[in-house]
C-alpha cells in the first residue's frame, strides 16, 4: 500500500511569492492535514480537510489555504511569501473519524528567500 | 501556549538499556495520546498511543505510560537499539482533526 505522498520534496521561493504545495493520501484515506515545522519547533497544526471540506484550522493567517479534491487530494497555498514561512510542511491523512492515528508523508521543504 | 511539552531536546542511552521519554500537557480535555519517530528527511512514523481511559498501553518494545493526575505521560523502549535514534515527538488530541505535537526528543542510543 502506497504511503502518504508530497510533492515537490524542495521549493524555493522568493518573499512575497505564492507557493503551493501538493498531497496525496494513502488510498481509502478521506481526511487530510496540514502541519508546518519551523526549525527547532514541533508540528505545528495548520489545516484539516475532509470530504473536500475544511474541517478546522490552526493559528494561521488567512494566507495560509488550501482545498482538497474530489479524489481527496490536496493543496496548501501559501500566498505573500515571509521568511519566517521557511520551514518542512507536512501532510498527514487518516480514515474519516479516526483523525488520531494520523499517517504522514514525507514533508516539503519550503525555503524563502 | 505550549500545551504539550517535551522538557529534554536530547537523550542519550545506551544499547540494550531502557529509554525514557516524557511529555507533560496542560490541558486536561485532551483524550487520546500518540508518541511519533521522525528520522532526517522523513515524515513522522506513528509508533504506539494510548486513550486517556487506560494507563499504560504495550506494544513489543515500546510502552506508553499515562498518569492523568499529573498530566504526564512517558514512553520507554526496552531493549534499546540504535536504530531507534531518532526524534520522538509527543501528540495529544482534543477531538479528532488536530493533533497538539510536543517539540521533540532526540534520542541517541550507543552502541
Known amino acids: 500500500e502506497a504511503g502518504v505522498t508530497q510533492s515537490p520534496t524542495h521549493l524555493i521561493k522568493t518573499r512575497g511569492q505564492q507557493a503551493t504545495l501538493r498531497c496525496s493520501p494513502i488510498?481509502?484515506?478521506?481526511?487530510v492535514y496540514w502541519y508546518q515545522q519551523a526549525l527547532g519547533l514541533g508540528l505545528q497544526f495548520l489545516l484539516w480537510?475532509?470530504?473536500?471540506?475544511?474541517?478546522n484550522r490552526g493559528n494561521f493567517p488567512p494566507r495560509f489555504s488550501g482545498r482538497q479534491f474530489p479524489n481527496y487530494s490536496s493543496e496548501l497555498n501559501v500566498n505573500a511569501l515571509e521568511l519566517e514561512d521557511s520551514a518542512l510542511y507536512l501532510c498527514?491523512?487518516?480514515?474519516?473519524?479516526?483523525?488520531?492515528?494520523?499517517?504522514f508523508g514525507p514533508g516539503t521543504r519550503l525555503t524563502v528567500t | 501556549d505550549q500545551q504539550v511539552k517535551q522538557n529534554s531536546p536530547s537523550l542519550s542511552v545506551q544499547e540494550g538499556r531502557i529509554s525514557i521519554l516524557n511529555c507533560d500537557y496542560t490541558?486536561?480535555?485532551?483524550?487520546?495520546f500518540l508518541w511519533y519517530k521522525k528520522y532526517p528527511a522523513e515524515g513522522p512514523t506513528f509508533l504506539i498511543s494510548i486513550s486517556s481511559i487506560k494507563d499504560k498501553n504495550e506494544d513489543g518494545r515500546f510502552t506508553v505510560f499515562l498518569n492523568k493526575s499529573a498530566k504526564h505521560l512517558s514512553l520507554h523502549i526496552v531493549p534499546s537499539q540504535p536504530g531507534d535514534s531518532a526524534v520522538y515527538f509527543c501528540a495529544a488530541s482534543l477531538n479528532v482533526g488536530q493533533l497538539t505535537f510536543g517539540s521533540g526528543t532526540q534520542l541517541t542510543v550507543l552502541p
Open positions: 498527514a491523512s487518516s480514515y474519516a473519524g479516526t483523525g488520531n492515528q494520523q499517517y
Open positions: 488510498s481509502g484515506h478521506t481526511s
Open positions: 490541558n486536561s480535555m485532551f483524550d487520546y
Open positions: 480537510y475532509d470530504e473536500g471540506e475544511e474541517r
